[in-house]
């Protein structure tokens, strides 16, 4: 039988290409993460080993996918963006969501060892959920990127309190609940301070502002600033020039201020466009 009598089910197949022209964030969670951290015995509020596996396994994903110019990680979550003239998997969501999070998924469980050395990885393996979404603005791109910063901020300022008064003040963990309950970040920062003389501000940078991974290439003369004589950024030659630089380029992890204009003045070519 003719194989063609069958090509009909294929009709049953949503289409899911993401509009053109928008910036493209894929994210991706850890799945029961509460119970994983704890089965892994990981330092609370922050286990550094468990942040240095997260961004080593986002450095990977971000070097494998060259479409990728920006990533943000914190907790068990990490952002990846693409460009929002990207054509990959010609922008299918499924497609997209799925092979980030699978390729995540691969590089966490295979380099564990390297930042786990003496705890083995056990069953339910973690996995990383994956959803994304469009921004159609740059504007609107940078301050999804603040909301998961200032979220990262919060969070760490809670949780470095909490298990402050737990670990260090012997309190119980319903009983310090009970007392964060209601109090603003200035309230926090007095009981760090008073009680254990911590002062919030020097708790390390890669706590308080989470991490971002980015391609690191010096921008020519004239290029992104809009002055200066330009190729047509659009023609074939240009985009595949400006692909092999990318390809080229060392990929980084900083633990910086992303909220402010400072970061993205000093790297105009991270969220720089074609259109
Ligand atoms: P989900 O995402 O709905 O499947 O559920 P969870 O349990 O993954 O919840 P989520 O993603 O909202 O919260 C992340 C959990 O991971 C949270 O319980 C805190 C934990 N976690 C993340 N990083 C660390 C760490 O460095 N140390 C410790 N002790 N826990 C961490
Ligand atoms: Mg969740
Ligand atoms: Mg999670
Ligand atoms: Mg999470
Ligand atoms: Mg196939």
Redesign the pocket.
Known sequence: MANSAYQYVRDFEQPDALPPSNWIVVRI???????F?TKHS??????LR??NLMNAAALEVTRSLVDVVLAYGQ???YSFVLSENTTLFDRRAAKLATTVATAFTAEYCMLWPEYFPNQPLTRPFPTFDARCVCYPKRRILRDYLCWRQADCHINNLYNTTFWNMVLQGGMSQTDAELELKGTVSSDKNEILFKRFGINYNNEPLVFRKGSIVYRKYEMKEGEGSGAGKQADPTSRSQMEKERKRKMKAEVVVEHVDLIGDAFWEARPWILAGRR
């Open positions: 969670d850890g799945r029961g993460f509460s119970k951290t990981f330092a609370k509020p922050n286990d468990a942040i907790s068990d979550e």
